[in-house]
């Protein structure tokens, strides 16, 4: 029987990883091009105003916001959903980091990455620390 150290190495961690931050990259450029294009296609002949500044509405501040008006097929929900998996992506391979180094039964890693993700997680979820 092969032991759970042996079957997960660092080469399959590294490979995971790589497959993981690419797929993330990927994924997140098809979304903001797909946000994109509805975007151009609804408001492209619109003439922008710069006299005033006006920033993004408050419904896409948050992440219910964002999938609302993702889900509703509007191009600037779409583009920040976009935005969202790009943000996620390293925030996923530190958490698959955890794993792995849970499967290697490297405990000081293990913590290590963890502290690393809680971080992560404190600083986008606004907490200062």
Known sequence: MIQ????????????????????????SAAVVLFGG????VR??????DY????????????????????LSLHGHGIIQLGLLILIATPVARVAFSVVAFALERDRLY???????????????????L
């Open 37 to 40: 294009l509805i975007y151009l």
């Open 4 to 27: 759970a150290s042996e079957a997960w190495s660092d080469r399959r961690t590294e490979s995971v990883i790589g497959a993981l931050l690419r797929l993330g990259v990927l994924l």
């Open 110 to 128: 293990v913590v290590i990455t963890l502290v690393v993700l809680s971080v992560l997680l404190l600083s986008l979820a606004g907490a200062h």
């Open 43 to 48: 408001h492209g002949t619109s003439a922008p």
């Open 51 to 70: 006299r005033l500044f006006h920033g993004e509405p408050t419904e896409l501040r948050t992440l219910s916001g964002i999938l609302s008006y993702a």
